[in-house]
């Protein structure tokens, strides 16, 4: 078990046993209230039965002194005299009416329960659930604080160290470049994560988006690999582009460098080590598609939905375990949905590379 699965555990195992308590206690109650129903049904039900055959005797000592049948039945409504004159009983109506009394009662009492405890049942799901996104919530804020502090920690530590080499030091004049390339990089990398932070919290106040227009795919493509070309030269990764100049999208051009620039970024990230990304465009009736496919580190098939929730990073050690801040994907989401498309990641697996596919609203015909 994962340290983030552990965390959700004891988060979320008080609650459970709460809930399990709850559901018990209320379930024995109902059960009591049903059974003591019962019973004061069947114990009234028989207090008359005994008063409607206190009726009879009373009615038959009354015949036996002479008093007319039809005085009697004046009297007690409720019995009847048989053919032959000879006894007195209860009308079957009476007792059927008794009876079917009875029955309603339980039956009413019977779907006042059920609703309650449906009612009880739903209103702990609702809560459980809240609680629960609470706690997921929660314990994700704190691993992107954690993994917020290691992604600034590292390229401050290589800034420092690459100002310092700068500053104690003449290098010569090729090393020199390549400190002011690592720097360039470094300071690059710390830009795009203040990006992710800021854009996600402008996000979270604001459901529009400023008004979209065309954005031919190939140019923001070719922009988009050319700022990232240098950290792709250091990962020993390819890139390889497949973008017609005819394709064009009908949304904000801000947002789409930020959705092309969080895709490549992860893509050179799971993919390196000499291994490859793709990018490939391709227009369908009023849609256009964008497949940002690389053959690297993969995530497990069952993460693809999860991928795109804000502080979510893949679990696992290795190559399957994300780093980052859990932003980037998660502003890939919103930016497409915001300018009505969808985004959806595919993976065989972890090792088993991964696809990433962008479906925008075509330009053709919205100018």
Do not use: C
């Amino acid at each position: 078990m994962t340290p983030r699965a552990r965390r959700a555990r004891q988060y979320t195992r008080p609650l459970q046993i709460g809930f399990l308590a709850l559901l018990a206690v209320s379930s024995a109650q109902l059960v009591y209230w049903m059974a003591d129903e019962v019973r004061y049904t069947a114990r009234v039900q028989a207090e008359l039965r005994e008063a409607y055959e206190a009726q009879a005797e009373s009615a038959r000592s009354l015949l036996g002194s002479g008093v007319p049948w039809r005085d009697v039945q004046r009297i007690y409504p409720s019995l009847t005299l048989s053919a032959d004159s000879t006894t007195v009983r209860v009308a079957p109506g009476v007792l059927a009416r008794l009876e079917s009394a009875r029955a309603r009662r339980l039956n009413r009492y019977a779907w006042e329960g059920a609703f309650f405890l449906a009612v009880l049942l739903a209103a702990m799901a609702v809560v459980y659930r809240t609680l629960r996104e609470q706690a997921r919530l929660r314990y994700r804020q704190d691993d992107f604080l954690a993994a917020v502090s290691h992604e600034l920690q590292s390229p401050l530590a290589s800034v420092r160290l690459s100002v310092e080499t700068l500053a104690l030091r003449d290098p010569p004049a090729q090393r020199r470049a390549e400190l002011v390339q690592r720097l360039l990089a470094d300071l690059g990398r710390l830009q795009r994560m203040i990006a992710n932070i800021l854009d996600a919290s402008r996000l979270a106040a604001t459901e529009t988006r400023s008004a979209p227009e065309r954005v031919p795919l190939a140019e923001s493509v070719r922009a988009v690999v050319d700022e990232l070309r240098e950290q792709a030269a250091e990962q020993e990764v390819t890139l390889h582009t497949d973008v017609p100049e005819s394709l064009a999208i009908w949304a904000d051009p801000e947002g789409v460098r930020t959705v092309l620039r969080n895709l490549l970024h992860n893509g050179i990230r799971a993919a390196s080590g000499g291994r490859r990304v793709t990018v490939r465009g391709s227009e369908a009736d009023t849609w256009v598609q964008l497949e940002v496919r690389d053959d690297g580190a993969g995530f497990p098939p069952h993460e693809a939905a999860r991928l795109f929730e804000k502080f979510y990073r893949v679990d696992g050690d290795g190559p399957a375990r994300a780093s980052g801040t859990g932003l980037g994907l998660y502003l890939v989401s919103r930016y497409v949905e915001l300018d009505g498309g969808r985004v959806t990641a595919e993976s065989a697996g972890p090792g088993g590379g991964a696809r990433f596919t962008v479906t925008w609203p075509s330009a053709g015909g919205r100018e």
